[in-house]
């Protein structure tokens, strides 16, 4: 059987649509820590538990995001914004600043370092030390500055901790509540699968998430070490060209095929549904390259966590997935599928399948 995996998030937090989600087909439910805090956690767990869910966390892992900014949003070419790295430093009262995970990255950060504080524009330029783990900095590029977004530091490569404070005190939290599996984000290497397997038993499941190009080169060893690998295609490609990502992912799918390693792959598997009602032609070609190559699973996360339609987009991949299998057990055009009521995935995606 193939694994349905979905993020829960805005759009999908309520007892009912949990409920449809499960009839539509997802068997195994993700809390993002990345976009959590500690009050959050605690009511999703109590939710799931309404419906008899056990979920799993996906930890913040090695990646810089911006934790706390000051009442201001937009920033302008030439401002100033105080740069402060981990939460021990209290941030200035009469000052805009940006806080940001991490404070290992103070000290690799360098003056006339460039720091890119969201893909779509903001970037500044740190300028000069004002204390231990805070930069004064200069705009150089404006944009906005939003919670829980990935930063860059461009042309540097950070060694940063695989797991956060935060992600520690997940775990714990989450291992006391039942949490059966973790999802560690920005695993490149051994030693890091390592380190987190220490806060786990032997009974947790440990899915190693692959989502940089030190981890696409590492996979064999990662997949190894862990119950489960997941590729990320969307932080993979903050690292590589999007061209080169497809062959990524079909190079680590294979490494994990070869190693009996149950590999599962995110991002953009239906984005069209994010708002539409019906998926592209690309997108259901994708799924079935996907099933071919030999993947266990595959996850909805802004589908489901934030999307529009979260049930019908699972319906729809768990009607993909019995199609594939259909097919590939001869039975193709034999019998042909019973399509998911239009109740549960609406009227124009029933009358499209």
């Known amino acids: 059987m193939k694994n349905i995996i979905v993020t829960i998030g805005p759009s999908s937090a309520r007892k009912d649509i949990l409920e449809k989600l499960k009839l539509a087909g997802a068997n195994r439910f993700r809390i ?9 956690i605690k009511s999703y767990f109590n939710l799931f538990k309404s419906v008899d869910i056990v979920p799993s966390i996906d930890t913040q892992g090695a990646q810089l995001r911006i934790t706390d900014v000051s009442s201001k949003e937009v920033f302008k070419e030439g401002e100033k914004i105080n740069l402060i790295f981990g939460n021990s430093l209290l941030a200035p009262s009469n000052k805009e600043f940006i806080r940001i995970n991490h404070f290992e990255a103070f000290e690799q950060i360098e003056i006339g370092d460039i720091v890119k504080l969201d893909i779509e524009g903001l970037a500044v330029q740190c300028k000069k030390q004002i ?58 290497n051994k030693k890091q699968v390592e380190e987190v397997r220490k806060l ?37 490609s903050r690292e590589t060209t999007i061209p080169m990502v497809p062959i990524a992912t079909a190079k680590t799918i294979k490494i994990a095929n070869d190693s009996n390693t149950p590999v599962n792959v995110a991002t953009n598997v239906l984005d069209s549904m994010m708002n539409s009602s019906i998926p592209s032609r690309a997108e259901v070609s994708d799924i079935y390259s996907l099933l071919e190559a030999g993947v266990s699973g595959i996850v909805l996360a802004a589908e489901v966590a934030i ?6 987009t699972t319906a729809l991949l768990k009607y993909l997935i019995n199609n594939f299998e259909n097919f590939k057990n001869g039975s193709a055009y034999k019998n042909k599928l019973i399509k998911p009521s239009h109740e549960l995935i609406g009227k124009e995606l029933h009358n499209w399948l």
Do not use: M, W
């Open 200 to 236: 786990l038993s032997n009974e947790i499941s440990l899915i190693s998430k692959i989502e940089t190009s030190e981890g696409v080169e590492n996979a064999r060893e990662i997949s190894n070490l862990s119950n489960e690998i997941l590729i990320d295609r969307g932080d993979l």
């Open 307 to 312: 999307g529009n339609n979260p049930v019908q």
């Open 131 to 188: 204390s231990p783990f805070n930069f004064e900095s200069e705009v150089i590029a404006s944009g906005k500055a939003l919670l829980n977004r990935a930063v860059d530091v461009l042309s540097k490569k950070l060694d940063l901790s695989v797991l956060t404070d935060f992600d520690k005190k997940a775990i714990d939290f989450s291992l006391s509540n039942g949490c059966k599996e973790v999802y560690a984000s920005f695993i490149s």
């Open 32 to 40: 993002n820590l990345s976009h959590a805090n500690f009050d959050s």
